[in-house]
C-alpha cells in the first residue's frame, strides 16, 4: 500500500512539475467560507439498533418571553444540527402577548383580537396557545426539513413550592389549565402527553423535592427531568432518575436572539440525544418512556452508565496494529468515527479522540509481565450516577 501511495504521490508531482511554468493561485476551500445557512451535521453512531436523534424540549418564542418567532425556532433548530425540537411556551405568562392575540385573532369566532386581562386569568382568556405551534409546523413544511416538531408547553409556577414543567406530546394545548398543577399534568397524561420536570434549582437553594413535588412525583405525573438546562448541570438529578426511573433531558431553555453560542466547531447546542427506532413521534416518544436518552452539554455526555458504555464502544474503532511479544508491548490504534470528542484517561496519561481522527496508544503488559493490559480508559467527558466518569473497556474490532 504504501509504494502504491508513494507512486501515486510522485505521479502527482511530475503532472504538477510539467505544468508549473507559471504560478496559479489556489480557489479557497469552501471549508474556509462561513455560511450561516448551512446545517451543522452532527454525526452519531446506531446504538443496540437505534439511531440516535437529536433533540430540544424546551424552546421559547417572542409569543411568551423569548425574541425569536417560531419560524425562527424552527430553521435555528435545523442549522444546529437538531431532528427533533418542542416549542414550549410559557402557559401562564405571554410577554409578547399583544402581538400573539393578533396573530391569533383568525383563530376567534369574531377573527378579532382578543382583550387580554391578566397572567393570572389567562386560563378565562380565549388564546389559542396551539397557534405557537401551527405556526412553526408551517414554516416546516415549507421548508421540507426532515425535522419532527412536538406540541409542547411550558406551566411554571412558584419557584419555591411547584417549579416549571414541560408538557410534550400534547394534542390540544387549549384547556389544559387549571389552577391546581395536579389536575393540570392529569389532563397532559389524559391527552396522551408527558409532564417533565424543567431546571430543578432554578432559583431555589437546592434540588431537593418540596412536598408538591413529592406528591406529584409519587402519583406518575412526572415522567422525566431536566438534568441539563442550558449549560447547568444538576449533578443529583441523574441519581434521582436512574432510582425512580425517569427519563433525562437536556434542554437549552432558548430564550435569546442569536444562534446558540457555539464555543468551537466541535462542541454543539445543549440537547437530548434520542436512541430511537425512527424519527417519528411514536418512536420518539417510545424511547423517551422507556429512558432511552443521553443529555449532551457543552461536549459532556451524561446518562445511564450502559448508554454511555454503548455510546463510546460505537462511536471508536479499537485495533491492535502493532504488537511485540519480546518487549510485551502493544500499539492500538483508536479512531474517533462520531462528531463528539472524548477525552480518555489511563493512569496519569490522558488523550483526546477528536473526531474523524486516530490516535495511537501504546500498552504493555501487567506488572507480572504476564497478561497484556486491556484498552480500558475512563471516560472524563462522560458522566453517570454521583458525578463519576464512567471506565470503558474499549472493544476491539473483529
Ligand atoms: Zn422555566
Ligand atoms: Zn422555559
Same mark, same amino acid.
Given at each position: ?8 504521490a510522485f505521479?502527482?508531482l ?12 489556489v480557489?479557497?476551500?469552501? +471549508?474556509?467560507?462561513?455560511?450561516s445557512?448551512?446545517?451543522t451535521e ?8 437505534y439511531n440516535i436523534y ?10 411568551s %418571553? ?16 437538531? %431532528? ?11 410577554s ?7 396573530v391569533? #385573532?383568525p383563530y376567534?369566532e369574531d377573527?378579532q383580537?382578543?382583550?387580554y386581562q ?8 380565549k388564546?389559542d396557545f ?11 413544511e ?5 425535522m419532527l ?6 406551566? #411554571?409556577?412558584n419557584?419555591?413550592?411547584?417549579g416549571h414543567?414541560?408538557?410534550l ?14 389536575v393540570?399534568?392529569?389532563r397532559?397524561y389524559d391527552?396522551?402527553?408527558i409532564?417533565?420536570?424543567?431546571h430543578?434549582?432554578w432559583r431555589?437553594?437546592?434540588t431537593d423535592?418540596?412536598?408538591f ?6 402519583a406518575g ?5 431536566e ?6 448541570f444538576?449533578?443529583?438529578?441523574v441519581?434521582r432518575?436512574?432510582d ?5 433531558f437536556?434542554?437549552?431553555d432558548?430564550h435569546?436572539?442569536s444562534y446558540?453560542?457555539?464555543?468551537s /466547531? ?10 430511537a427506532?425512527e424519527l417519528t ?5 417510545d424511547a423517551?418512556?422507556?429512558r +432511552?436518552?443521553l443529555a449532551?452539554?457543552?461536549g ?6 450502559k448508554?454511555l458504555?454503548?455510546l463510546f ?5 479499537c +485495533?491492535?496494529?502493532q ?8 500499539k492500538?490504534?483508536?479512531?474517533n468515527h462520531s462528531?463528539?470528542?472524548y ?6 496519561k ?6 474523524? +481522527?486516530?490516535v ?8 507480572e ?8 480508559f475512563r471516560?472524563?467527558?462522560?458522566w453517570?450516577?454521583?458525578y463519576k466518569? /464512567?471506565?470503558?473497556?474499549?472493544e476491539l474490532?473483529?
Amino acid at each position: 500500500m504504501k509504494r502504491v501511495i508513494f507512486s501515486l504521490a510522485f505521479g502527482i508531482l511530475l503532472v504538477l512539475g510539467a505544468n508549473a511554468q507559471k504560478p496559479k493561485s489556489v480557489p479557497y476551500s469552501v +471549508r474556509m467560507m462561513k455560511s450561516s445557512t448551512q446545517r451543522t451535521e452532527i454525526i452519531l453512531p446506531q446504538v443496540k439498533g437505534y439511531n440516535i436523534y437529536k433533540g430540544d424540549f424546551h424552546i421559547h418564542t417572542s409569543y411568551s %418571553d423569548g425574541v425569536i418567532n417560531p419560524a425562527g425556532r424552527v430553521v435555528e433548530a435545523w442549522l444546529d444540527g437538531l %431532528d427533533i425540537i418542542a416549542i414550549t411556551d410559557h402557559y401562564e405568562g405571554h410577554s409578547g402577548v399583544k402581538k400573539f392575540l393578533k396573530v391569533t #385573532a383568525p383563530y376567534n369566532e369574531d377573527g378579532q383580537p382578543t382583550p387580554y386581562q391578566t397572567t393570572a386569568k389567562v386560563g378565562s382568556v380565549k388564546i389559542d396557545f396551539n397557534a405557537i405551534h401551527d405556526e412553526a409546523a408551517k414554516q416546516l413544511e415549507k421548508s421540507g426539513y426532515p425535522m419532527l416538531l412536538i406540541k409542547g408547553c411550558e406551566m #411554571a409556577r412558584n419557584n419555591q413550592t411547584h417549579g416549571h414543567f414541560n408538557c410534550l406530546f400534547l394534542k390540544d394545548i387549549n384547556g389544559l389549565y387549571d389552577k391546581d398543577l395536579m389536575v393540570a399534568f392529569k389532563r397532559v397524561y389524559d391527552q396522551g402527553g408527558i409532564v417533565i420536570h424543567n431546571h430543578p434549582g432554578w432559583r431555589r437553594k437546592t434540588t431537593d423535592k418540596t412536598e408538591f413535588h413529592e406528591a406529584a412525583y409519587s402519583a406518575g405525573l412526572i415522567s422525566g427531568v431536566e438534568v441539563v438546562n442550558g449549560h447547568t448541570f444538576y449533578p443529583h438529578i441523574v441519581k434521582r432518575c436512574i432510582d425512580e426511573k425517569l427519563t433525562m433531558f437536556a434542554n437549552t431553555d432558548i430564550h435569546s436572539s442569536s444562534y446558540y453560542p457555539r464555543m468551537s /466547531p466541535d462542541v454543539f447546542r445543549t440537547m437530548t440525544l434520542v436512541l430511537a427506532k425512527e424519527l417519528t413521534e411514536k418512536d420518539v416518544k417510545d424511547a423517551i418512556l422507556k429512558r +432511552r436518552t443521553l443529555a449532551y452539554v457543552a461536549g459532556n455526555v451524561i446518562g445511564e452508565e450502559k448508554w454511555l458504555v454503548e455510546l463510546f464502544n460505537e462511536s471508536i474503532d479499537c +485495533r491492535i496494529v502493532q504488537e511485540n511479544n519480546e518487549k510485551g508491548t502493544r500499539k492500538f490504534q483508536l479512531t474517533n468515527h462520531s462528531s463528539i470528542p472524548y477525552t480518555i484517561r489511563k493512569g496519569k496519561k490522558t488523550y483526546v479522540l477528536e473526531p474523524l +481522527r486516530s490516535v495511537f496508544i501504546n500498552l504493555g503488559k501487567d506488572k507480572e509481565g504476564k497478561k497484556y493490559i486491556k484498552p480500558e480508559f475512563r471516560v472524563e467527558n462522560m458522566w453517570h450516577v454521583d458525578y463519576k466518569h /464512567p471506565t470503558i473497556n474499549i472493544e476491539l474490532d473483529k
